[in-house]
C-alpha cells in the first residue's frame, strides 16, 4: 500500500515532550530538514507502490532520510538504525515527532527499499540534494555551466582473487548446493580441498611456485570432478533445478574454461560482474571493481553527476552519456567541460571540451584548467568519508545504485558543512554587536 505522508498532530501527549522543544533548531540536521524536499521524494516513490493492496508501506520520509544518513555519515544498514534510535537531530530529519526508544525498522528494509526505487530512485535522491544545494547557497547556479569530470574504481567488497581460492570457494558452493537438493555426491573432497589450499598458499608464500601450481591444478581437478557428478545426478534423478543453481554451475563453468589470456574472467563467485581495472597507480596497479563517473561544478567541487560504467568503457566514449546525466540532474547543459587526457576523441560538439595540458585560450579557462585536479581529493574524500571506497551491494545494480548515493552523500556533507558556518558567522556577529552595545552603555555612563 501507498505509504501515507507524515503529519504532525495537533494534539500533543499528556506524557511526552515533542522533538521539536527538545533539540536545537538551529542545528545544521534541522535547518537541512527544512530544505529537502519531502514532497516531491513522497510523490515520485508513491507511484511505486499500489494504492490500497498490501500493508500500509513505511514513510517514504523516514526510508529516504535514512539512505541520506547512511551515505553521509559513511555507515553501514545496520548502525545507521543503531544510531538513529540514540540520536534525536537524525529522528528529527526523519520527521519523527517524538523521540522513540525503539528501531523505526529492521536494516533488512533498506536493502528492500532500495531494490524497490533502483538506480534511477538514487538518481534521483542525487537531483533532490543538488536542488537543495542551490537553495541552501553551497552551490551557485552560473556554477553548474562549468563541469569537470573523471573516472575512478569503486572496490567491490570481495577478497583478493586468486585461482585457489576461487576453486575452493566454487566447490563449496556446489557442495552447498548439492545438500539443499538432497542429493548424495560421489565425493565432496572436503578435506582434500583444504589440505590442498592451506599447502598452495604456503608454497605461493615460500616462492615455490612448480610446487604452488600443481596444487592449484589438484583444487582445479576437485572442482570439476563434483561438476560433473553433480551434472550427472541432477540429469539422472530430473530433479527440478533452481535457478540459483543453474547460475552457479555456469559460473564454474567459465571459471574452469578461463585461461591467463581470457577475457571476462571470473574473480568472484558471489560477485561475477567484477572486473579487473588497470589504472596506472604505482601503489595498487589492479583494482577489482567496477569503474564509476564522477562529474563535479568546477569552483564549488559539488557532484552534478555519478554513474557506474560495468565493461571498463574506454573514456573518450562515456563523456556524452555523462553530460546528458548532467543536464537530466541540474536542468542546466554545461558550457564547458574540463577532462584528463583519458577523454581524447570524444566526440561531444554541444559543450566545449577542455582537456588536460590543453594551451587554454583565456584568463578564465586558465584559471578554471588549473582547478580541473580539485576533482581528485573529491574523490578521495568520497572514498574515505563516503562509501565509495567499496561497494557491498550485490550486482551491477547495487554498484549504480551506491554511485549516486555517494554522490548523494558527499554533496550532503557540504551543505551541512555550509549551514552550520553560517549559523556560526550569525551567532558571531549577535555577539559582536551585543559587546559593541555593552561598550557604549558604559561608556555614556561613565561620562554620566
Known sequence: MRPKAQEASPQADLFR????????????LCRLAELMPWNELNERFGSLYTEKEGRPGIATRLMAGLQYLKHTYNLSDEAVVERWVENPYWQHFCGAEYFQHEFPIDPSQLTRYRKRIGAEGCEFLLKATIGVGLSSGAVQPQHLERVTVDTTVMEKAISPPTDSALYHKARR?????????????????????????????GYMHARQMKRARREIKRLKVYLGRVARDL???????????????????AKVDRLLSQQRDSKHKLYAVHAPEVECIAKGKVAKKYEFGVKVSVAVTNQSNFVVGMSALPGNPYDGHTLSDVLTQIEALTGTQPQRCYADQGYRGHGVTDTEVILAHHKPST???????????????????MKSDGRLGRSFLKGALGDAMNAA???????????????????????SLYNACVSRFEQSNRTAVSFG
Open 231 to 249: 551434472k550427472r545426478k541432477l540429469a539422472d534423478h530430473s530433479v527440478f533445478v533452481p535457478d540459483e543453481v543453474t547460475v552457479l554451475l
Open 17 to 28: 515532550e515533542k522533538l521539536t522543544n527538545l533539540i536545537n533548531l538551529r542545528h545544521p
Open 363 to 381: 584568463p578564465t579557462q586558465r584559471r578554471e584548467l588549473k582547478r580541473r585536479n580539485a576533482i581528485e581529493p573529491v574523490i578521495g574524500h
Open 405 to 427: 548515493l555517494c554522490g548523494a552523500g558527499h554533496n550532503l556533507r557540504i551543505i551541512l558543512r555550509k549551514l552550520r558556518f553560517f549559523w556560526l558567522w550569525i551567532w
Open 173 to 201: 558452493a556446489l557442495v552447498k548446493a548439492a545438500k539443499q537438493l538432497n542429493i548424495e555426491l560421489r565425493q565432496s573432497y572436503t578435506r582434500k580441498s583444504k589440505h590442498a589450499l592451506r599447502k598452495a598458499h
